[in-house]
């Protein structure tokens, strides 16, 4: 598999010639460390520190499909200006890129459970008719009755849709989020 850092952007986007595949979450949820998890290579920056992915990361897999590492939402101690700077910037995102977009990974963390955050990105997604997979992040962290409770929650919001349990220090999940990225 190859993977290559093509741009990090708030407006500038690639052309639309190949589908995009869109990693959201909160901060600190595992987006960038999912994909370099899929991928196989440290392509994406990580950080403890939430907050660190300020721009819209464009990333070319197999010169079939963009991978797209976003900043993420909630709680990222940053001035309140930068927080509004980046949800206007997502909304624009999924605005002008929504029939681009093949596939949305909305990522939540298994040991906090669904956030107001996450119920509002999943009613943004259906809004816009974007098909999404939910993918339970850091399961090698949660306990048993963490990771039951929040595909409770979860499933409340996405009914029978297929989640995707993942653990990217384990590589958990990677078969299963390759195969639904392949198949767009």
Do not use: C, H
């Not at 927080?83 to 624009?92: A, F, G, S, T």
Request: aromatic share 10%; charged share 30%; no cysteine.
């Amino acid at each position: 598999m190859r993977v290559q850092f093509l741009k990090s952007t708030v407006k500038d986007f690639p052309p639309p010639d190949r589908p995009e595949v869109v990693f959201v979450g909160r901060s600190n949820v595992g987006k960038s460390s999912l994909i370099n998890m899929i991928t196989g290579r440290n392509v994406a920056r990580v950080s403890k520190e939430p907050g660190r992915t300020r721009m819209i990361n464009y990333f070319l897999l197999d010169d079939s499909v963009y991978l797209v590492d976003v900043p993420g939402y909630g709680f990222a101690r940053v001035p309140k200006e930068e927080q509004d700077r980046w949800r206007r910037m997502m909304e624009n995102y999924f605005k002008e890129r929504k029939d681009n977009i093949g596939m949305v990974f909305l990522l939540i963390d298994s040991v906090v459970g669904v956030q107001p955050l996450d119920e509002r990105m999943i009613e943004w997604l259906e809004y816009l008719g974007i098909p999404y997979t939910v993918v339970l992040t850091k399961t090698d962290k949660a306990k048993q009755r963490e990771i039951s409770r929040t595909l409770k929650q979860v499933r409340n919001y996405v009914g029978d849709q297929a989640i995707v349990m993942s653990s990217a220090k384990e590589g958990k999940g990677k078969k299963e989020i390759l195969s639904r990225i392949f198949s767009i």
